[in-house]
């Protein structure tokens, strides 16, 4: 993840003009850290099955990141989350205004497509690759679950209706990582299991920063929290002491599910899943 991030950090966006910052903010999200876990996942699978691919791979896994990217400007955003703080930094929209927020959200956006179609990659495999990107990311995909999150703020859904949401707002990207990873390589035969797990884990993620939400100060967490009162999160359902059965619930049927890995992928992905997998466990004390 070195070599990531120091691809990351030579192929920032890039828009010189006289504007007197937005090409800093471009790149300000980006260079403020975060977590590169969709990225990690994709790298993983590539570096399980074909290492000599990881150099072509990095433009995908920051196709990933921009468009993951762009998603926590906009929800950060006054008529989203209206939250101050993101990855240990103040989100755009309070460094400067909410127009440039949005329009570099909207700049990011794009510019994953563009990174992703420049791939050193087969005209076939680039095509796959936009194909999955922009269906998990978009319209019936993580906008879906941002949509219906906003819509129904203050109306409480079911806990199947929060399932959906979230496996819409969040699962589908990280599952989309790991097809992705699947796709680059040339193993079709294994993307549909490896994006039911990431729905899966994208699910256990959620109910995990739900839990962070309620037990973490922002400085600790890194972003705004106790904010999260009127979603339809899994804390405001269920309360915190369900919420965390029902991410050890999660845990250990992933857990499980990555016992029928291929020993090599085991081996690649299990340093980030497992810290992810049971990363809600140390809110338990």
Known sequence: M????????EN???????????EVALRQMLVGGGKRFRPALLLGVVRAYNPLLLNSAY??????????TYSL??????????????????????????????????????????????VPLSATTVVKLV????????LNGMVLG??????????PLTLEQIKVLHLHKTGKLIAASLKMGAIIVG??????????FGLDLGLLFQIQDDILDVTHDPIRAGKTTQNDQAKN?????????????????????????????????RNELSPTLIHYINRHKENTQ
């Open 59 to 68: 433009g995908v896994a920051l196709a990933i990141e921009l468009l993951h």
């Open 12 to 22: 920032l966006p890039s828009a010189a003009s006289f504007h007197p910052y937005y």
């Open 73 to 118: 400007i906009h929800d950060d955003l006054p008529a989203m989350d209206n939250a101050d703080l993101r990855r240990g930094i103040p989100t755009l929209h309070k460094t400067y205004d909410e127009v440039s927020a949005i329009l570099v959200g909207d700049a990011l956006n794009t510019y994953a497509f563009e990174v992703l179609s420049n």
């Open 187 to 196: 193993r079709d035969d294994i993307a549909p299991m490896l994006y039911e």
């Open 131 to 138: 194909r999955e990107l922009s269906s998990n990311g978009g």
């Open 146 to 155: 941002q949509a219906i999150d906003c819509h129904f703020e203050n109306t």
């Open 2 to 9: 070195e070599q990531f991030e120091a691809y990351l950090l």
């Open 233 to 265: 999160s899994f804390v405001t359902l269920l309360g915190l002491e369900k919420s965390r059965e029902e991410a050890n619930v999660l845990a250990s049927k992933l857990t499980h599910q990555m016992e029928r890995f291929e020993d090599h992928l």
